[in-house]
């Protein structure tokens, strides 16, 4: 075989015994060896499930680059293992950038592998030859560029093929998967892996063995097993008094043990959606709510895990200079600070003492009187059932109601998730729901392709994906599968408001604005969803009330389908008015009643 292709084989080889078991490949000329590679593995995986039900790799194909590395990103973030993501020279590469960003600021691990023309043309311009190295900056723990090997077409060995150029190929890949993992870190993330492939790209002849230099570990054994650093679990927790007036904020990915600090100190618990945490008695439904209310006054500590991104009640919170801010960061290499007010990072928590008596108690009454008053003006608004219309509150508690147990709900960023985080109640512990975002930059790119991912690498009794319409168009291409490719059972469900309403929830959106708004804002786009899921053969259906919805939700999944649902958003300004003033109505009143 040649110089190209005997890397490739190795390369891909020492991945599998790293423990990679997913491949994401986008087509192209450059990358040929290793996509040929890459299918072998494959196709020898589908005869090891076949003989002995174990196999080694599952490789997933898709003709867009940014949809490819974020479907790498959703089997990343539900499957807890690396995976690798491979695309040709040039652009392709570049179009990875936004799910390498994902990835850094979620610390998922990717495997980033460019393939690229050799050195010697760079600078040249030559063809789809551009400055790949280092091309994604800071967002990569590690970035090498592997040069090609030369075939000498020596008479010592049968590749003809230095050995000293192969050597390091197999080490290389061990030291990536560990970078990704953060093994010596504790700061898991992206790495890319930039590889010179030379001419001839394609093989030339039968695999037969590899040569010494690229011959792996015996028993398929890692090229280096990496030492992890010390579990955080087994570092001392820090002790904190739970008599001082404290709230536990629960933000993206801080998993249980936040609820298991705010029961044991009796502390209330501000859990996101994509938390991990909100479930259990003392997760409040509407706590961005309560936030600007009396009872906020009277926090003296916060106490923050994971990386709570959702709203601005919160990140003023955390901003005080009044109340001491504690993060929990297990692994300690970043943490979230956006007031600059944090003065410890711990890497657990432990509570001592008794809270003080009724501080969880009045924030659980608060968090049920709004609640009621939220549902009372929204079922009695223009949106409302009494009114016949259907509205993105509506959609989201209805979403929310249709994920059973051990089901996995994958939410899109803007009203979605804001939606969802004000209408979803906490659910019961150990029903292993999960819900998961794009939170580690919040953007709506390759959502779709994330929803794939994660469905397809986790076992769920019901796979949902919630989204707003830009962020479905945006990686429409997502559902662009081809008749090989592996597919979830997995419904998304569009709420469709032709454009941008979360601008108008925001100063944008305001009266000063009007004559600009929905031309840079809004953007009205008039898409037919229907015919773009017809063009990619998609299975759809449109929901114009809730019963409807509801019945949509209630059959089973099969394959990927799409549910449309219209909502308005000409309102939307003055409708989040409406919920807020109908919780500071009702905060007042149990103020009062309190006095």
């Known amino acids: 075989m040649n110089a190209s292709a005997l890397v490739a084989r190795a390369l891909v080889d020492e991945l599998v015994r790293c423990g990679v078991r997913e491949a994401v490949l986008a087509p192209g000329s450059r990358s040929a060896p290793l996509a040929l590679a890459l299918h072998a593995a494959a196709e020898a995986t589908a005869v090891a499930q076949a003989d002995a039900g174990t196999g080694r790799l ?27 993501v491979l695309t040709t ?8 950038h936004p799910a390498v960003l994902e990835a850094s600021h979620a610390g998922l691990p990717l495997l980033v592998l460019t393939a690229d023309r050799p050195a010697r043309l760079r600078g040249t311009r030559a063809n789809q030859t551009t400055d790949q190295v280092d091309i994604f900056g800071s967002a990569v723990r590690l970035s090498a560029d592997l040069p090609g090997p030369t075939d000498t077409a020596s ?56 040569p010494q230099s690229l011959a792996g570990r015996p028993e398929g054994a890692p ?13 001392e927790a820090e002790p904190m008094d739970a008599g001082v007036p404290t709230v536990v904020v629960a933000g993206d990915d801080a998993g249980p043990p936040a609820r298991l600090l705010a029961e044991t100190a009796g502390w209330p618990l501000l859990a996101e959606p994509t938390s991990g945490a909100r479930t259990g008695s003392h997760a409040l439904r509407c706590y961005r709510l309560l936030l600007d209310g009396a009872l906020a006054e009277g926090i003296r500590r916060v106490v923050v895990c994971g990386h709570p991104t959702l709203s601005r009640p919160v990140v003023r919170l955390v901003s005080r ?60 608004g223009p949106t409302g059932p009494a009114a016949g219309g259907l509205g993105p509150h509506q959609v989201a508690r209805a979403v929310a109601a249709a994920l059973p147990p051990e089901g996995l709900l ?58 707003g ?66 063009a990619s053969g998609t299975p759809y259906r449109r929901c114009d009330s809730l019963d409807d919805l509801a019945a949509a939700l209630a059959r089973p999944g099969r394959g990927i389908e799409v549910i449309e649902v219209p909502v308005d958003r000409t309102d939307r300004r003055g409708l989040d008015q409406r919920l807020r003033d109908a919780a500071r109505n009702t905060l007042d009143a149990l103020d009062r009643r309190s006095n």
Not at 442 to 451: E, F, K, L, P, W
Request: one cysteine or more; proline letters at 7%.
């Open 89 to 96: 020279s040039g652009t392709a590469v570049a179009n990875l």
């Open 58 to 84: 599952r490789l997933h194909v898709r003709v867009d680059e940014r949809s490819a590395g974020f479907l790498a990103v959703g089997l990343a973030r539900t499957g807890r293992a690396p995976v690798a």
């Open 155 to 210: 008479a010592s060995g049968a590749s003809g093929v230095e050995d000293a150029q192969l050597r390091g190929v197999r080490p290389l890949v061990a030291r990536c998967v560990a970078a990704a993992l953060g093994a010596r870190t504790g700061d898991p993330g992206p790495v890319q892996l930039n590889l010179q492939l030379d001419d001839p790209l394609v093989p030339d002849g039968d695999e037969g063995e590899l």
């Open 469 to 534: 319409d830009l962020t479905f168009l945006h990686d429409s291409n997502g559902l662009l599968l081809g008749p090989q490719e592996p597919r979830p059972d997995l419904t998304f469900v569009v709420a469709n408001d032709d454009g941008g309403s979360i601008f108008a929830t925001l100063e944008q959106g305001g009266e000063e604005h009007a004559d600009a708004f929905e031309r840079v804002f809004g953007t009205p786009h008039g898409a037919d969803l229907s015919a773009l899921c017809a």
């Open 321 to 380: 200079a009044d109340v001491e801010v504690v993060v929990v960061s297990p692994g300690g290499a970043t943490w979230t600070d956006p007031g600059h007010a944090v003065s410890r990072v711990v890497p657990a928590a432990r509570a001592y003492g008794e809270a003080e008596p009724g501080w969880l108690d009045a924030w659980q009454r608060a968090d049920k009187a709004v609640g009621a008053a939220v549902d009372l003006a929204l079922d009695a």
């Open 410 to 467: 994958v939410v899109g960023s803007s009203n979605p998730v804001r939606d969802l985080d004000l209408m979803a109640p906490p659910y019961p512990v150990g029903e292993r729901r999960k819900i998961i975002g794009n939170r580690g930059l919040a953007g709506i790119d390759g959502m779709v392709s994330t929803a794939v991912g994660a469905a397809l690498a986790r076992r769920s009794s019901r796979a949902l994906a919630y989204l």
């Open 223 to 235: 090229w280096t097993t990496v030492t992890p650093v010390a579990d955080p679990g087994s570092r």
